[in-house]
């Protein structure tokens, strides 16, 4: 190593480390050192992958045996175990150097950040379960009190009006059943609006699929081109649909992230997104050549919240959650067709 560099080694506060291809630490920075709890004697007398956590061990092998193949590494992120025994995250960027056998890499900390994710997805998890009970609640008021109302006219309608001669009470009972129909009324229409709460008041556009598409293609466009990701795209049978702009944005990024983030090793991602049109239903399909789901063991719960199908490697739960949220909150359905390293085909149906 160059001894002019040596102290940008010695002080970094970011983990850093060479490797070699034998899967050993040639040198280790104190920052790594401190992290890990390791003196640097310990930390060269194992390989390397008896420091990382058992479930990201195979994951690991794969890219690491990408990186000697001489493909960086990016964006990577997995689980040491300290001397003490609690678990560190640890998002690596590494470069192989062929010729000198070796495997220069950064790591950084982001245990916290993934603590303060774990915090949001548990908050967000309790407001929805906190706001579908208040729906829920709503709904069934609604659904209840019109039962006992329905009864009451019911009752009213077998009153025999001609057998009462005092009008007084002639009056009474009418402005009984008035009653009733206004609070019927207006039982309905509350009902008419969680519906349209819950479906319609989304700020509906006109929103053009390749429009949408570039602008988060070029939000990521260095993850996109560190991935080697190739597109097939064809919006040619329908250009555009009624939906939420931001929704569809969202929708895109989660799954090009995801195609990325679950990519096969040594394999590029391949991403198609076709749109369609037939009689009358509207529809996006987008498929990858990713790590795939077993839906036999799986697929009841692909687009519950905190959900994580593939252990080794970073998942957050969420995204196809918010995608499914998506788009049932505008009348819309998606299915999933998957097979485990086949990769993934989404279906997205639009409300008509």
Avoid at 4 to 32: M, Q, T, W
Avoid at 141 to 156: A, K, Q
Avoid at 220 to 243: C, K, M, P, W, Y
Avoid at 305 to 317: A, C, I, P, R, V
Wanted: proline share 2%; glycine share 4%; with cysteine.
């Amino acid at each position: 190593m160059n001894h002019r560099l040596d102290p940008f080694f010695e002080l970094s506060k970011d983990c850093l480390c060479i490797a070699n291809y034998e899967g050993y630490f040639v040198k280790i920075n104190p920052a790594f050192m401190a992290l890990l709890g390791y003196s640097e004697e310990e930390l060269k007398a194992k390989l390397i992958s008896e420091f990382i956590y058992p479930e990201d061990r195979e994951l690991t092998a794969a890219y690491r045996k990408r990186l000697k193949d001489n493909f960086p590494l990016v964006n990577f992120e997995n689980r040491y175990v300290c001397k003490s025994g609690d678990l560190v995250w640890l998002h690596w960027t590494s470069t192989p150097m062929e010729n000198e056998r070796l495997i220069y890499a950064i790591a950084k900390d982001i245990t916290h950040k993934k603590k303060l994710e774990a915090e949001r997805i548990s908050h967000l998890g309790k407001l929805s379960e906190a706001n579908d009970k208040l729906k829920q609640l709503n709904y069934t008021t609604s659904h209840d009190l019109r039962s006992p109302l329905n009864n009451l006219l019911s009752l009213v309608d077998l009153i025999n009006l001609t057998k009462i001669d005092d009008e007084e009470t002639l009056g009474i009972i009418r402005y009984i059943r008035l009653s009733a129909e206004g609070l019927k009324t207006s039982l309905n229409s509350l009902v008419d609006t969680f519906k349209e709460n819950d479906i319609s008041n989304k700020n509906l556009e006109e929103v053009n699929f390749l429009e949408s598409f570039h602008k988060v293609r070029n939000s990521i466009n260095t993850l996109v081109q560190n991935a080697s990701v190739e597109f097939h795209l064809d919006f040619s049978d329908l250009e555009s649909v009624r939906f939420n702009t931001a929704y569809l944005e969202s929708i895109f990024l989660n799954f090009i992230t995801n195609s990325i983030k679950y990519r096969q090793p040594n394999i590029a991602p391949i991403i198609s997104i076709i749109t369609s049109q037939k009689n009358g239903v509207k529809t996006l399909a987008y498929t990858d050549n990713g790590l795939g789901f077993d839906l036999e063991k799986v697929g009841h719960r692909i687009f519950n919240l905190n959900q994580k199908f593939h252990d080794n490697e970073d998942s957050k739960g969420v995204g196809l959650y918010l995608i499914y949220n998506y788009i049932t909150s505008l009348g819309g359905s998606i299915e999933v067709d998957s097979k485990v390293n086949e990769g993934t085909t989404f279906t997205i149906h639009f409300k008509e």
